[in-house]
């Protein structure tokens, strides 16, 4: 009778242990989903600074600098 009890509390322990473990995988298959989205996103971002860093390359080599700014001093009259 032992034994009986013994195995239906193993049987019981093995199943709350593999309900555990499945929610864990499902957490980890979730955060490494999450992750995946944000390294596409840094990888975005690294894309558009390159653009930015070329177009910027692009203007300063035609030796036109354009500066915006006021004028200190001087007052119209």
């Not at 499902?26 to 894309?47: C, V, Y």
Request: proline share 0%; hydrophobic share 30%.
């Amino acid at each position: 009778m032992r034994v009986f009890t013994k195995l239906r509390q193993f049987l019981t322990d093995n199943s709350r242990i593999q309900h555990e473990l499945t929610e864990m995988r499902l957490a980890i298959e979730k955060l490494s989903k999450k992750q995946k989205g944000h390294d596409q996103n840094i990888e975005l971002l690294f894309d558009y600074i390159d653009r930015l860093q070329e177009n910027t390359a692009r203007s300063s080599s035609k030796g036109v600098t354009v500066v915006k700014g006021f004028n200190v001093g001087s007052k119209k009259k």
